[in-house]
């Protein structure tokens, strides 16, 4: 079932619009593909109609419907396997060294879709001896509402599980919930869940030593890259790191930042001559 040119327009328009992602032409079969179940789930005729539906009601559910079903992105545990062992390697032994007095430890996840990213960064720093009795925190923010309410419930299908997570891990942190998998209060003790915007004014989220970004600036345009990286250097910590997708980088984006490599990957740190000039 396609999408009629004018009713595209008008998804692109509202998705950069609530989101800064930008959409282009092409990309028409990954909005039918997404919207197409939304539409026979409202007993419309075909994807225009849904849209139709849109544009007669700015302000209702099916705008956030729209939107919320093109920003969401499929996900897996330790998915790319080099920043976890990134953090278990270098970043943790070279953090909590530096902490030893105060021993807390933030990280942030800014795109953590169904949950599976804070929850393995919970269970690598769950993990690390070096952190036994900390104050540890992982804040997973999402664009979504439908996907911050399913990282609050914690709750996994087998199939879901069997991306990324192994055997020895999922019996550890996960106890059976009927024919699915919740994860244990240890590991929901650590973590905590918000809605967040990140091309929108931030509200206050203190300062992170470790935050993660991944794979979502590639669908910005430049100025909203510029704009989001900004924010992110005022929530970092003067010593701690930003890791980014496997394909994004903030060269040619912003200079404030530095290439750390690490092992087969590489992560992200202010420029100590930015934290200088202020």
């Not at 109609?49 to 093109?70: C, F, M, Q």
């Not at 650590?190 to 989220?205: D, G, I």
Request: charged share 25%; net charge neutral; proline share 5%.
């Amino acid at each position: 079932m396609t999408i009629a040119p004018d009713s595209f327009g008008f998804v692109c328009d509202l998705v950069r619009r609530e989101s800064a992602i930008v959409l282009e032409a092409g990309k028409e079969y990954l909005v039918e593909s997404r919207l197409l179940p939304l539409a026979r789930a409202q007993g419309d005729a075909d994807i225009d109609a849904y849209v139709a539906r849109a544009r007669r009601s700015p302000h209702g559910p099916v705008v956030r419907e729209i939107v919320e079903a093109l920003t969401t992105n499929e996900t897996s545990w330790f998915r790319d396997s080099e920043p976890f062992v990134a953090m278990r390697t270098k970043l943790v032994p070279e953090l909590a060294a530096a902490r030893s007095t105060s021993r807390r430890l933030r990280v942030w996840s800014a795109a953590c879709s169904s949950g599976q990213e804070p929850y393995s960064i919970a269970m690598n720093l769950l993990d690390a001896p070096q952190l036994a009795g900390w104050r540890l925190e992982v804040l997973g923010t999402d664009l979504s509402l439908e996907m911050v309410e399913r990282c609050r419930n914690g709750r996994y299908s087998q199939l879901e599980m069997n991306r990324g997570l192994p055997a020895s891990e999922l019996v550890r942190w996960f106890e059976r919930d009927g024919a699915a998998w919740r994860v244990r209060p240890e590991l929901a003790a650590v973590t905590s869940f918000r809605q967040l915007n990140l091309v929108r004014p931030l509200a206050p989220l203190g300062q992170f030593d470790l935050i993660f970004l991944r794979n979502v600036l590639i669908y910005f345009d430049l100025e909203t890259k510029r704009d989001v990286l900004r924010r992110l250097r005022s929530l970092l910590a003067p010593d701690g790191y930003l890791f980014m997708g496997a394909s994004e980088t903030t060269m040619g984006v912003d200079d404030s930042w530095e290439r750390v490599p690490i092992g087969r990957g590489s992560v992200y740190r202010i420029k100590q001559s930015t934290w200088k000039d202020g």
